[in-house]
């Protein structure tokens, strides 16, 4: 790997750039500074292409007038090459040359007053590079006029590359103070004993603390002693120490605190650990670094008087088949025709599909090299009962074969049945008036349609010449009752269907009390009250006597069930109020009169 140290300079070497390798002192690393024209043999690997005719440019671009390819890359001059292996070795005999192994890299190309180009390089051999440029007239005059001053070169290239370098990340010296570890060892033996575990950080802390060693960073940092310091130092210290005979070594996968004992008296030349554990560590990472190589791209001249121009005829015109197929019922209900047209026309005077022209329409669409435009399809759908007309245009690709039309994509059309339930009560509501709401852009037709017993069911058709929501359609119903009032509810359709089943039949039975005076009363009479809710029934006295006294009662209802009903007491030469009821049960109890409500006949009599 490279070493972190400025470019080496080497006397009277230009277009060479060198580096050292951080572990081999004769291996050294080199790049070329100039971007050139590569080389295939003795031929340079580049293409000047006029065209013909200038082309309109694509997106807004300049018209273009021709169009430059060429490969570049950073293949030092071979004598620049010699001269550099020559210097190295004054300096290191053994010294070899070897390519930068670059990590990443980008190339930007550009011509004057053109926009610049990006390629990738290769990162192995001479990092060459394809890159191609579009010349507008100007640009095509100023590369050839470029011969005549070939110190002019109107194209620059930049290299911008990424290596990787061997840089220090952190130093430790670590001193060894002989006073210091003696008292440490003296109060450290047990039994003449000197139990320690070189696997574990605690002994490596357990001496700092002592001061037997002291640690000296040399690169500034925060973080502690990393654990590899640690133990290589203690490693070292192991080295220096003999373990008594009956203490073996930790087995394999055993605990690092597997304890060896060394022997007091055994731990002697203190002043050779001494000089052995004075030492200094230092421990290094990878970082990337970036060089940025640009210039003229040199060669080019040359390129030039040795490399034809070629001329690309751009009068010659391309054919494309394409097939139009339209999927679509013509019925009338509502679509009647599509009237499919080209934009530019092509020659052609379009096309109609309707109920006796289904067949798919086949045309050839002539494309010149120079043409920017494409071709478009404008659709105009025709409906029947005087509706607006629908348009749509759809954009045609070069290489497009086929063109499904779906003209149902253009419009929106819906055909709701109108249906009410088999059971409706039409003698009771003899009409139901329906009209639809929606989106001011839909058209219903009829605006209203009127159900009645001889005609219970119908249609309403929704139409737009646009794409709408039918999400948002409503129904709102009208329903004409037999005594004249009317009621309006409001619903949504189910899909294209509209069921209207608002209302349910109901019988409930009236009973009088069992507690009822036949002997004062002759008869009860009910009369049924509707109030505002949507009730209907037929017109029916209802009257509970000592022979009948149960009536039965049917109505229809559409959300509430609840009755209210008057009742009136009779007499043979009065009538009383009852009370007014109000239930939802199917037996309603008419409740008798209390007594001191009841006004006594005889009394009225002797009164009169």
């Known amino acids: 790997m490279l070493v972190d140290d400025p470019r080496i300079e080497l006397e009277g070497v230009d277009g060479v750039l060198v580096y050292g390798d951080s572990a081999a002192p004769d291996r050294f690393y080199y790049a070329g500074t100039r971007p050139r024209l590569a080389r295939d043999g003795d031929g340079y690997l580049f293409t000047l292409i006029r065209y013909e005719r200038v082309l309109d440019g694509r ?239 040199a060669d080019l001249s040359d390129a030039l008087r040795s490399r034809p121009v070629i001329q690309l005829p751009t009068g010659v015109t391309f054919v494309q088949d394409l097939t139009l197929r339209c999927h679509a019922v013509f019925d009338g209900a509502p679509l009647e025709a599509v009237q499919v047209s080209l934009e530019p026309a092509a020659g052609l005077s379009g096309h109609v599909f309707n109920a006796d022209r289904t067949e798919d329409w086949r045309i050839a669409l002539t494309h010149a090299p120079a043409q920017v435009h494409t071709y478009a399809c404008r659709c105009d759908v025709r409906f029947g009962n005087g509706r607006p007309a629908a348009t749509g245009r759809l954009s045609l690709a070069r290489d497009q074969a086929f063109v499904d039309l779906q003209p149902a994509t253009l419009y929106t059309f819906r055909r709701y049945a109108v249906t009410v339930a088999p059971d409706f009560p039409w003698s009771l509501v003899p009409s139901v008036t329906v009209a639809l709401d929606g989106p001011p852009a839909l058209s219903f037709t009829p605006g209203s349609l009127v159900l009645t017993g001889g005609r219970p069911s119908g249609t309403i058709e929704v139409f737009a010449p646009s794409r709408q929501d039918l999400d948002g359609v409503t129904v709102r119903a009208r329903y004409g009752m037999a005594d004249g009032g009317a009621r309006t509810r ?119």
Not at 510 to 531: E, Y
Not at 541 to 559: I, Y
């Open 59 to 297: 997106a807004g671009a300049p018209p273009q007038a021709g169009m430059l390819s060429f490969v570049v890359d950073l293949a030092p001059a071979p004598a620049d090459l010699a001269a550099a292996e020559t210097a190295l070795r004054k300096r290191r005999p053994d010294a070899r040359l070897t390519p930068i192994p670059w990590t990443s890299g980008t190339v930007i190309a550009a011509i004057i007053g053109g926009d610049p180009v990006r390629a990738t390089p290769s990162l192995m051999g001479d990092n060459s590079a394809v890159v191609s440029l579009g010349l507008t007239t100007d640009q095509y005059l100023l590369l050839t006029r470029s011969l005549d001053d070939p110190d002019s070169v109107p194209i620059s290239v930049v290299y911008d590359l990424q290596f990787e370098v061997l840089r220090p990340s952190f130093a430790y010296a670590i001193q060894f103070d002989l006073t210091r570890y003696r008292l440490w060892v003296r109060k450290t033996c047990t039994a003449n004993v000197l139990f320690v575990s070189f696997e574990s950080v605690e002994t490596f802390e357990d001496l700092r603390q002592s001061g037997a060693i002291t640690i000296h960073s040399t690169v500034s940092t925060d973080e502690p002693v990393p654990d590899g310091v640690r133990r290589a130092f203690l490693r070292s210290l192991q080295t220096l120490m003999t373990p008594l005979p009956a203490f073996a070594a930790p087995p394999a996968g055993g605990s690092p605190s597997w304890g060896i004992g060394y022997s007091c008296e055994t731990i002697r030349d203190t002043q050779a650990i001494s000089r052995t554990l004075d030492c200094d560590l230092q421990v290094s990472d990878a970082v990337t670094r970036t060089v940025h190589l640009q210039g003229a791209l």
């Open 490 to 608: 409001q619903s949504l359709p189910s899909g294209a269907t509209i069921f209207l089943n608002p209302l349910r039949k109901r019988t409930v039975v009236f009973a009088a009390a069992p507690d009822t005076d036949w002997q004062r009363w002759s008869a009860i009479r009910l009369k049924l009250v509707k109030g505002a809710r949507f009730q209907a029934w037929a017109p029916q006295q209802l009257e509970l006597t000592r022979r009948e006294p149960r009536a039965r009662f049917t109505h229809w209802f559409a959300d509430e069930r609840e009755l209210t009903c008057e009742t009136l007491f009779r007499s043979a030469n009065a009538s009383v109020p009852g009370a007014v009821l109000r239930s939802h049960e199917h037996t309603i109890v008419v409740p008798s009169r209390p007594d001191s409500e009841v006004p006594d006949p005889s009394r009225q009599e002797a009164t009169a």
